[in-house]
């Protein structure tokens, strides 16, 4: 499995859960003032958010593998984090700016892979995709 250093983490583990609560945000002000077509911008904005977390999730799984954790202890944390509520954010947040601990003998199956360049094309779709998305929800009739 792939790993996360801290640049990996931040564009894609931290700016999908901001832009997912930025959507959900966004959710409460249609719910609560209505306006156009609100059913299916909730839906989308339900679901855009809910892939958001997921690929933040994802991202947390490859942070801790990269800061020594195995990936089970890993997904526990990030399931009773999420049920926590904003002790996710918490987690997020210790993830981000945890440091790696010194290896003392690096394997070669135990490096990080080398980041291809259209890996980081992926990251402005992850922000920008779920709100193209609600802008055509919205404008259908």
């Known amino acids: 499995m792939h ?5 990996h983490f931040v564009a894609f583990g931290l700016l999908p859960v901001l832009n997912a609560v930025a959507l959900l945000i966004q959710g409460l002000n249609l719910s ?7 059913g299916r911008s909730l839906v989308v904005i339900l679901v855009a958010a809910a892939v958001s977390l ?3 999730a994802v991202s947390a799984v490859k942070r801790g593998r990269d800061l020594g954790y195995p990936a089970l202890t890993t997904s ?23 440091k790696k601990a ?5 394997s070669a199956a135990g490096a990080p892979m ?9 990251a402005p779709v992850l922000l920008v995709a779920p ?11």
């Not at 609560?32 to 609100?38: K, Q, R, V």
């Not at 080398?114 to 992926?122: D, E, K, M, T, Y």
């Open 3 to 7: 790993r996360h250093h801290r640049g």
């Open 32 to 38: 609560t003032h209505g306006t156009g077509n609100t």
């Open 54 to 56: 997921l690929c933040a």
């Open 76 to 98: 526990l944390a990030i399931l009773a984090s999420l049920m926590l509520g904003p002790v996710f954010l918490v987690l997020l947040v210790y993830l981000a700016f945890a």
């Open 102 to 106: 010194a290896d003392p003998a690096p």
């Open 114 to 122: 080398a980041s291809l360049g259209i890996q980081w094309l992926w």
């Open 131 to 141: 709100w193209m998305a609600l802008v055509v929800a919205s404008a259908l009739r």
